[in-house]
Nanobody, 128 residues
């Protein structure tokens, strides 16, 4: 059974930092892209970042570029999201996602339909 489990969420002050982790099990994800999405109350789930299988290529939403960094450790089957300079508008439930082994163009993997496996989410709350 494939599982993605996020951790590391919590309450942080604006301007602070937080690191999210996602542990995958049930299959190896070292050969597929993985990503992070987020969903704020009353809003659609939105793309945050994606990373290539090797970890060498990454893409970010404009709203987080320069503040967030996605990385992965294929030996541990994990993907992380380092978040810095957090803003109130970063408050959301953050989801880890993985794509199945199908053709893709990494730069285009920015919608929910582009990913096949999802975690349950972890809450990030940024306070003033």
């Amino acid at each position: 059974q494939v599982q993605l489990v996020e951790s590391g969420g919590g309450l942080v002050q604006a301007g602070g930092s937080l690191r999210l982790s996602c542990a995958a099990s049930g299959r190896t994800f070292s050969n597929v892209p993985m990503g992070w999405f987020r969903q704020a109350p009353g809003k659609e789930r939105e793309f945050v970042a994606t990373i290539s299988p090797s970890g060498g290529i990454t893409y970010y939403a404009n709203s987080v570029k320069g503040r967030f960094t996605i990385s992965r450790d294929n030996a541990k089957n994990t993907v992380s999201l380092q978040m810095s300079s957090l803003k109130l508008e970063d408050t959301a439930v953050y989801y880890c996602a993985a794509r199945s082994m199908t053709p893709y163009i990494l730069a285009y993997l920015r919608e929910r339909k582009d990913y096949d496996y999802w975690g349950q989410g972890t809450q990030v709350t940024v306070s003033s």
